[in-house]
């Protein structure tokens, strides 16, 4: 699992630093980070929808992200993440975010 509220920042870098692909899980939050005013803020901004910013998010931190849909639409709307690039200033607003929340099972969980 890999969004902006859960960022896995030593798992990034130990997989960056053994040439390892990084693949982001579920990087909408299960869909409640389509909602957030941050990532709404910077979509707006950048005159895109929130799932592009957080795809855009994702590739720019050199993680493989594959958003699941089924929706025809939203499979065209997500191929857009490329149109754009964060800034400094959205990148940071995102980092932000991270509060180390899976919306995803947690494996500390398992009994």
Known sequence: EFHPRYQEELVLEFCKKHDINFMGYSPFGQGDLLHNPTIC????????????????????????CIPRTSKPERIRENMCY??????ADDLHQMALLNDN????WDPNRVV
């Open 101 to 104: 929340h899976k919306f995803c």
């Open 82 to 87: 490329s149109s754009f690039m964060l800034d």
């Open 41 to 64: 803020k910077i979509s707006e901004k950048h005159g895109v929808k929130p799932a592009n910013v957080l795809i855009q998010w994702s590739i720019q931190r050199d993680v493989t």
